[in-house]
């Protein structure tokens, strides 16, 4: 079989094929895997899935344990609540996303999978004919983990509904630091919100989001001046700007919502993560989603013949998924609100903390509960 794209789902597929015994080739277009992106977060669900592929070790060695999540008024600066994540199984981590691709692959080839950087796939074809810039390829399956540009997708789904810009635009920055404690903080301010939590002893991952008219490209790769995301949050309190002056170089990109794609499967191709469901950043999950969509696949697809096994995928994921998605476009609002209802979330957040902390995790039990290893094919 053959996964085109060498990001976390498409490793951690391959990782998951090859333990169950496939033959598994990774195509990835970039010339090698290199320090890409920022930060992310890795929940207890997606945990699952690394524990699960035989990383534990690596994964607790690899990532920083998060202790808490702590929602912030940005204008003042104050901390409204501090929401435990400390006692988690798995670990809550926070992860460079360098350091966990390099991770899921290291894991993948111990299993015994391919990975060949450098090979574009232009185009898919009946019958699992793959062509890319070095010819046409064949495979018994291909897993499209090839992101929000899928080739795979657009020959599962031909007929996609295009994506629409959501209003929102984000900018995403590392920065240096020093003791900085291990929370993540949601700074929350009119139309607009910081993420912040730290990577490291050394280095801090900021994702800056802005609601605006104005649209921007879709992608991570956009370099923007970091004056302009300094200027979006120019009224919030001294601690938050003085994190985002230690900003040298930022990138930009606008937000887009893509449907939930209807077909995931079609012949002997399969889709996953965000060629499937890209998710915006405000749940967090958009690793995790992909971890679960490449461990879920897998076991399908060691159970079952494959004319089942791909059906079956789809109706394990597609609810869930869809669930997740609309839990994020929810904390979009919740983060951006101003006036009298953002002072009443924000008495809510304080008095939930005081009375009843263990509220906030339990509100999303239904998602960092679910283990993908127990899921039946």
């Keep these: ?46 945990a699952r899935v690394i524990r699960a592929l035989g990383l534990g070790a690596d994964y607790d060695a690899g ?29 809550y981590r926070f992860f460079h996303r360098a350091t966990l691709q390099r991770l899921l692959a290291d894991g993948a080839v111990a299993q015994g999978a391919a990975i060949r950087t ?3 796939v232009d185009r898919l074809a009946r019958g699992g004919r793959i062509m890319t810039d070095e010819g046409a390829r064949e495979a018994d399956l ?34 240096s630091c020093s003791d900085v404690p291990p929370v993540a903080r949601i700074w929350m301010a009119p139309g607009r919100h910081v993420v912040t939590y730290p990577l490291s002893a050394e280095r801090m991952n900021i994702v800056a989001v802005q609601e605006r008219t104005e649209w921007a490209e879709e992608g991570w790769h956009h370099p923007d001046d970091p004056e302009n995301l300094r200027t979006a949050f120019a009224d919030c309190g001294p601690d938050l700007r003085a994190i985002l002056d230690r900003v040298e170089e930022a990138r930009l990109w606008g937000l887009f919502r893509h449907p939930v794609a209807r077909h995931w499967h079609n012949d002997r191709v399969a889709i996953l993560g965000d060629a499937a469901h890209p998710t915006l950043p405000f749940l967090a999950q958009g690793a995790n989603l992909a971890l679960e969509d490449a461990f879920v696949l897998a076991r399908c697809c060691a159970g079952l013949p ?24 929810a904390n979009a609002r919740n983060y951006h609100l101003s006036g009298a209802g953002r002072r009443v979330a924000h008495l809510g957040l304080g008095l939930m903390d005081r009375l009843a902390p263990a509220l906030f995790l339990g509100r999303f039990g239904w998602l960092y509960d679910y283990d993908p290893a127990a899921v039946t094919p």
């Excluded at 033959?23 to 920022?38: D, F, I, K």
């Excluded at 499209?144 to 929102?168: K, L, N, W, Y």
């Design 63 to 91: 990532g920083l344990a998060a202790a808490a999540v702590s929602p912030t008024d940005a204008l003042t600066g104050r901390v409204l609540a501090r929401f435990d994540l400390g006692h988690t199984d798995p670990a």
């Design 306 to 329: 494959l004319d089942k096994a791909l059906p079956r995928y789809q109706a394990l994921r597609r609810d869930r998924v869809s669930r997740a998605i609309d839990a994020a476009n």
């Design 142 to 175: 291909v897993i499209g983990a090839d992101g929000i540009h899928s080739v795979a997708r657009r020959f599962c789904e031909p007929d996609a509904r295009p994506a629409e810009f959501t209003g929102q635009v984000a900018w995403r920055a590392v920065v």
């Design 118 to 120: 450098g090979i574009r």
């Design 1 to 46: 079989m053959t996964v085109i794209g060498a990001g976390i789902g498409g490793l951690a597929c391959a990782g998951a094929m090859a333990q169950a015994g496939a033959n598994v080739t990774v195509l990835e277009q970039a010339a090698e895997l290199r320090e890409v992106g920022a930060g992310l977060q890795v929940t207890p669900n997606g």
